[in-house]
């Protein structure tokens, strides 16, 4: 059997290499003005004020908090499932997250315990898009932070694209993030971004990613401390070209998901908005027998993501139960979502799938 389906394959397009040929050169190779017309793109198409890029979104995440005043010590809530890099966006700027457990359907943070944990330590709210789920939640929680004066930042790294009622995702809060990375419907290799209504977390986060006074080779002078966390001309190129490709990215990618989800229904995960979740995720009971079963058939799948409490060093972060958090852990595959993955893939999945031995589940029955 030669059919290899591989997790995640970027789709490039040979016009993108012109553009960072030419970008290359043009001889702007640092932040420059292709960084600046990317941001301005990014801001124009999810209708925010300001935008920043940078190197990850991760760092997006990091400079957010710095940017809204959080120090060492501040407790943010958090979502308690997903990627690492959340969560470790924070700690690593010393903040103190505290875990919420997720909606099992959604896979994002629930209100309903989001009000449990809040606490008179809570100084921000981290909300992620799981896999670009904006939806109900998101609006909820977003008017909960504003009622009570709460910052709120919008994990969006996986959600650029997706649209909840008009808004874009990352405009929910107080500051949103991005993330170009190779799994991302636009990616740089890495690379990240920051948006914001608020000129004033704008210039925090613009004076901390550039050594704390992005004014100091005018002046001479540095009124803050920072860092260089500057994204640069050769990679804006590149993420120009595939925002202003977008709309094509995403229709390919949804082509892809109606078939999947056509044949898979509630089997597959959906996020609320028409756009295609980033992942494509079914639950089983057996998931380890599933990848197996997957793996024989040419395809690559993987467990991915835990309740955070689980890794070793946030065991500490275990001081209630997160039953929905822990049902995501024990039950779910990614299949392959790439945005290379053909409609022919996608017949070839569902077919492997339908004969499956291993029985999928349905996220609505736990
Ligand atoms: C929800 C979420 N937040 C943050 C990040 C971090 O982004 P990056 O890998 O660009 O640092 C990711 C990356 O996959 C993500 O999925």
Redesign the pocket.
């Given at each position: 059997m030669n059919v290899h389906i591989s997790l995640c394959q970027p789709l490039i397009d040979p016009s993108y290499a012109d553009s960072v040929r030419q970008q290359i050169l043009s001889t702007y190779l640092g932040p420059g003005p292709t960084t600046q017309e990317f941001a301005s793109y990014l801001a124009s198409y999810t209708a925010s004020r300001y935008s920043l890029l940078t190197?990850?979104?991760?760092?997006?995440?990091s400079v957010a908090s710095y940017a809204l005043g959080l120090r060492p010590g501040d407790e943010i809530l958090i979502p308690a499932y997903?990627?690492i890099?959340?969560i470790n966006?924070f700690t690593s700027f010393g903040l103190k997250p505290k875990l919420v457990d997720i909606d099992l359907q959604t896979g994002c943070m629930s209100p309903t315990e989001l009000k449990k944990r809040i606490s008179s330590k809570t100084r921000a709210v981290c909300f992620?898009?799981?896999?670009g789920y904006t939806g109900s939640n998101l609006v909820e929680i977003s008017q909960f932070c504003q009622d009570n004066n709460l910052p709120l930042i919008e994990?969006?790294?996986?959600?650029l694209g997706h649209h909840f009622n008009g808004k874009s995702a990352g405009t929910f809060g107080t500051i949103g993030?991005?993330?170009?990375?190779v799994?991302?419907i636009v990616t740089t290799g890495?690379?990240?971004a920051l948006v914001t209504k608020s000129k004033k977390y704008f210039k925090n986060a613009q004076n901390f990613i550039d050594n704390g006074d992005s004014n100091w080779r005018k002046t001479n002078t540095v009124r803050g401390i920072g860092n260089n966390l500057r994204f640069n001309d050769i990679l804006a190129s590149f993420g120009l070209v595939q925002l202003k490709d977008i709309k094509q990215r995403i229709s390919l990618k949804s082509n892809v998901y109606k078939i999947l989800r056509r044949s898979l229904s509630s089997k597959i995960f959906k996020v609320a908005d028409n756009t295609p979740p980033?992942h494509n995720i079914v639950f089983t009971h057996k998931p380890n027998a599933l990848i197996e079963y997957l793996k024989k058939n040419g395809i690559e799948a993987i467990r991915q993501y835990r309740t955070l409490s689980q890794h070793p060093i946030y065991t500490h972060l275990a001081d209630t139960e997160f039953p929905n958090a822990d049902f995501w852990t024990k039950y779910t595959v990614y299949l392959p979502f790439g945005l290379s993955l053909t409609e022919n893939d996608a017949h070839y999945l569902v077919d492997v799938l339908t004969h499956s031995p291993i029985a999928l589940d349905s996220v609505f029955e736990p």
């Open positions: 190197v990850s979104g991760t760092v997006a995440l997903g990627v890099s959340t966006a992620v898009d799981f896999s994990d969006a790294a996986c959600a993030t991005f993330s170009f990375s799994p991302k890495q690379g990240g980033l």
